[in-house]
């Protein structure tokens, strides 16, 4: 399988921007799909999450509110809009995939077997 992140880019201080993750290789029925994140200098963190077969979402405590999560069926694709964005939403953004697993387990690193390439995002104060 293989994962095309896009949508990167500069904004400022509550701009907004919405990134794409693009599948191929694989059908996402059976599939979580999971956006995390790293800082320069921090460790990856879980943003958002979405459960392909019955679309259950999960979000990051800190990004509640302001970024939604999303597939299209058709084009196999998982996005992230992110709306009112901080300097601290500053990270390269990547896009995972794993199997189906319960509420829980869609922020677990682990559960993800495949990732994209990042999309670099930058909030400007």
């Known amino acids: 399988v293989q994962l095309q992140a896009s949508g990167g880019g500069l904004v400022q201080t509550g701009g907004s921007l919405r990134l794409s993750c693009a599948a191929s290789?694989?059908?996402?029925?059976?599939?979580?799909m999971g956006w995390f994140r790293q800082a320069p200098g921090k460790e990856r963190e879980f943003v958002a999450a979405?459960?392909?077969?019955?679309?259950?979402?999960r979000y990051a405590d800190d990004v509640k509110g302001r970024f939604t999560i999303s597939k299209d069926n058709a084009k196999n694709t998982v996005y992230l809009q992110m709306i009112n964005l901080k300097p601290e939403d500053t990270a390269v953004y990547y896009c995972?995939?794993?199997?189906?697993?319960?509420?829980?387990?869609?922020?677990?690193?682990?559960?993800?077997?495949?990732w994209g390439q990042g999309t670099q995002v930058t909030v400007s104060s």
């Open positions: 995972g995939r794993g199997r189906s697993v319960a509420w829980y387990a869609l922020s677990r690193d682990n559960t993800y077997d495949d």
């Open positions: 979405i459960r392909w077969g019955d679309a259950t979402t």
């Open positions: 290789g694989l059908s996402l029925r059976s599939s979580s």
